[in-house]
């Protein structure tokens, strides 16, 4: 790593600009834009920088920047480097879409629509982009109900002129058939051009001039034209209704909300056009490089707008008020031709339609992290960093994680889950009440689950090894071992299961421990953890099989728990056998449910009649007011 003061320039001016730190490999790591160049970069050469800021200037060599006029130019220009260079160190939202539109060719002598996902050509008139290929597959259909110009290719067109026929578009209605003659060559550009003002102007201004039409034609007794522009508004009017929202008509603009959780954020976008959504997207980054302190919105702000693929409306919705608004807000003005407001609505429906869009971009995160956890090649990079970084010699194809629960050393169980290939494999899940007989404590604890799986791998291995060698068949699920085991804990975990595998002569299966505060890796006899990085996917494996053994065991823990509390209820309780106990555990499963059973619900649980019934619910009618007077919740303990 390099020092920061052995590049750290002089005479740095004073003006606003645009500045780009570099590494060994004279590579572009990030980007940024001052107000004052002097003053911002100043703060990267101090002492105690946060640690992505820290990482990042010792990672560079050196650092040069650009003098602009204003903050505007500045901002264009870090936009532009950001997209040529792609720094690590700054937000890039991810969109892997190409988005489509709607292409109309006025200027050929039989103008066509179609949907294209090309990059723009001269001659065309772009409508879009939609966000959505069902938004734009949806308006498509209706354009040509509405407006049937050609939308065949030139090849089918030709043909159909030659073969005096017309293709299926025509015989449904959705298209007007100029290839046959069906409508003059002048009707069909006059059909194109209104379609075109359609686009422009919407269907408030379009309506008028198609009823003003009809009242003509049948005036002049052009009866077959009267009600082909009668047919064209009825469906005007149904796709009116079909689009129409919970949302007020005035309502136009984009809604743009941003998710944050950890390392990832999430970004969406609503379409608006008077009070219909038009079409959505959301959009991924992996934070992990970002440094502290930039503003993800701006980023956000300008994948969106900045490749030029989405038109910029006049007004944007945002949930949170990006750093330097006036400047974004000038800069969008460039992209567009019209005053660009950005706000940040406080009430009303746009409030509720913002919290909407950033659940979207919740459950696009949620998604993307999902099929990163089951794809399989990712799976196969995960478990191939886990290998190199602990050294083990051979690929974890097997992994199993144990994790303790308890309450102040009560009710104390353990889990045992199963991850083959990078996938969980519950089947194989165990659990494991823990004996406290001698005294509890997490690592005493750690030591015996570890203990008891591996010698029921080792009884199961040599059971099965004669019983499939004189018989055949399959070896039980025990007796499978893992590559790898993983506790939920740091060294005294470890070195509890360490333990463990050397008493029981164990010596082909790696070990380690993930500890929670810091994320950091501990392997057995090391002073001091491993740190993967933050985006490795070995690190985010082996996090998802902890928070997977965490989980498992938190379950186990709080049923084990109900059920010894109510069996403790039980034990006070008059003519209670065997038989019974098992009847009411079995029925309610809790003191809670217990306590709200009524006294038929009680007297019908099997092998409990209406006089067991009244002496349960009188003790636990008596324990209540007991708890009330006392000031103690009997199903908790805690103390009112």
């Known amino acids: 790593?390099?020092?920061?003061?052995?590049?750290?320039?002089?005479?740095?001016?004073?003006?606003?600009?645009?500045?780009?730190?570099?590494?060994?490999?004279?590579?572009?790591?990030?980007?940024?834009?001052?107000?004052?160049?002097?003053?911002?970069?100043?703060?990267?050469?101090?002492?105690?920088?946060?640690?992505?800021?820290?990482?990042?200037?010792?990672?560079?060599?050196?650092?040069d920047w650009t003098i602009v006029s204003t903050e505007l130019e500045a901002l264009a220009l870090e936009f532009s480097w950001i997209k040529q260079h792609q720094p690590k160190y700054n937000v890039q939202f991810k969109d892997d879409k190409s988005y489509p539109y709607l292409a109309l060719s006025l200027n050929d002598e039989y103008p066509m629509i179609f949907?294209?996902?090309?990059?723009?050509?001269?001659?065309?008139?772009?409508?879009?982009?939609?966000?959505?290929?069902?938004?734009?597959?949806?308006?498509?259909?209706?354009?040509?109900?509405?407006?049937?110009?050609?939308?065949?290719?030139?090849?089918?067109f030709t043909r159909a002129r030659k073969s005096k026929r017309q293709c299926l578009l025509g015989d449904i209605g959705k298209c007007a058939a100029p290839c046959v003659d069906w409508i003059s060559k002048e009707?069909?550009?006059?059909?194109?051009?209104?379609?075109?003002?359609?686009?422009?102007?919407?269907m408030e201004n379009i309506l008028p001039k198609l009823n003003e039409e009809m009242q003509n034609a049948a005036n002049n007794e052009e009866f077959e034209r009267a009600a082909r522009l009668r047919d064209q508004i009825d469906s005007f009017e149904k796709a009116q209704k079909s689009t129409e929202g919970n949302f007020s008509d005035d309502l136009d603009g984009d809604f743009i909300s941003l998710y944050q959780d950890g390392f990832h954020a999430a970004g969406s976008i609503f379409s608006m056009q008077r009070g219909s959504v038009k079409g959505s997207r959301s959009w991924i980054v992996d934070q992990e490089m970002v440094l502290?302190?930039?503003?993800?919105?701006?980023?956000?702000?300008?994948?969106?707008?900045?490749?030029?693929?989405?038109?910029?409306?006049?007004?944007?919705?945002?949930?949170?008020?990006?750093?330097?608004?006036?400047?974004?807000?000038?800069?969008?003005?460039?992209?567009?031709?019209?005053?660009?407001?950005?706000?940040?609505?406080?009430?009303?429906?746009?409030?509720?339609?913002?919290?909407?869009?950033?659940?979207?971009?919740?459950?696009?995160?949620?998604?993307?992290?999902?099929?990163?956890?089951?794809?399989?090649?990712?799976?196969?990079?995960?478990?191939?960093?886990?290998?190199e970084s602990l050294s083990l010699g051979r690929t974890p194809l097997r992994i199993e994680c144990f994790d303790i629960s308890?309450?102040?050393?009560?009710?104390?169980?353990?889990?045992?889950?199963?991850?083959?290939?990078?996938?969980?494999?519950?089947?194989?899940?165990?659990?494991?009440?823990?004996?406290?007989?001698?005294?509890?404590?997490?690592?005493?604890?750690?030591?015996?689950?570890?203990?008891?799986?591996?010698?029921?791998?080792?009884?199961?291995?040599?059971?099965?090894?004669?019983?499939?060698?004189?018989?055949?068949?399959?070896p039980s699920k025990f007796a499978y071992p893992p590559q790898l085991i993983v506790v939920d804990g740091g060294a005294p975990q470890v070195s509890a299961a360490q333990r463990a595998l050397d008493e029981l002569g164990i010596t082909d299966i790696a070990l380690c421990g993930l500890a929670k505060r810091l994320e950091e890796v501990w392997i057995p006899g090391s002073k001091d953890p491993l740190i993967l990085p933050r985006n490795s996917e070995g690190l985010y494996l082996l996090q998802r099989i902890r928070d997977e053994a965490h989980r498992f065991a938190i379950t186990f823990h709080r049923s084990r728990r109900s059920k010894v509390m109510l069996e403790s209820v039980l034990d006070?309780?008059?003519?209670?056998?065997?038989?019974?106990?098992?009847?009411?555990?079995?029925?309610?499963g809790s003191v809670a449910a217990l306590r709200k059973a009524s006294l038929i619900e009680l007297a019908l649980t099997p092998g409990i009649g209406e006089k067991i019934a009244e002496v349960i619910f009188d003790h636990l009618e008596h324990q209540r007011e007991s708890s009330e007077v006392q000031g103690v919740d009997m199903q908790t303990g805690e103390i009112l």
């Open 1 to 63: 790593m390099a020092d920061p003061q052995s590049y750290r320039p002089s005479n740095i001016p004073e003006h606003p600009g645009v500045y780009r730190f570099y590494n060994a490999k004279d590579k572009i790591i990030y980007v940024g834009k001052a107000k004052n160049l002097k003053n911002r970069l100043s703060n990267y050469f101090q002492a105690n920088l946060a640690t992505k800021t820290y990482r990042m200037v010792h990672e560079a060599v050196r650092v």
């Open 115 to 156: 949907i294209t996902r090309k990059d723009k050509r001269p001659g065309l008139k772009y409508f879009g982009p939609y966000t959505n290929a069902w938004a734009l597959r949806n308006t498509f259909e209706v354009l040509l109900k509405v407006f049937p110009v050609r939308s065949c290719s030139s090849a089918n």
């Open 187 to 202: 009707d069909h550009k006059q059909l194109a051009q209104r379609l075109n003002d359609f686009m422009d102007s919407g």
């Open 292 to 387: 502290e302190g930039q503003d993800v919105l701006t980023a956000l702000l300008y994948s969106i707008y900045g490749t030029g693929a989405m038109q910029v409306p006049r007004n944007i919705y945002v949930n949170s008020e990006p750093v330097d608004k006036d400047q974004l807000e000038k800069w969008l003005e460039t992209l567009g031709s019209a005053k660009v407001e950005i706000k940040v609505p406080q009430r009303g429906e746009k409030v509720e339609l913002l919290d909407t869009v950033k659940r979207n971009a919740q459950y696009s995160l949620i998604q993307y992290l999902s099929k990163r956890a089951t794809d399989a090649a990712v799976s196969g990079k995960a478990l191939t960093e886990i290998e």
């Open 406 to 474: 308890n309450i102040s050393g009560t009710s104390v169980v353990a889990s045992m889950v199963v991850f083959e290939d990078g996938m969980a494999k519950k089947s194989e899940y165990r659990r494991f009440i823990i004996n406290t007989d001698e005294g509890f404590d997490d690592t005493r604890a750690m030591h015996q689950v570890i203990t008891r799986r591996l010698k029921r791998l080792i009884d199961d291995r040599q059971e099965n090894e004669a019983e499939v060698a004189e018989l055949g068949g399959k």
């Open 572 to 588: 006070d309780i008059p003519q209670m056998g065997r038989s019974r106990r098992a009847a009411l555990l079995e029925r309610f």
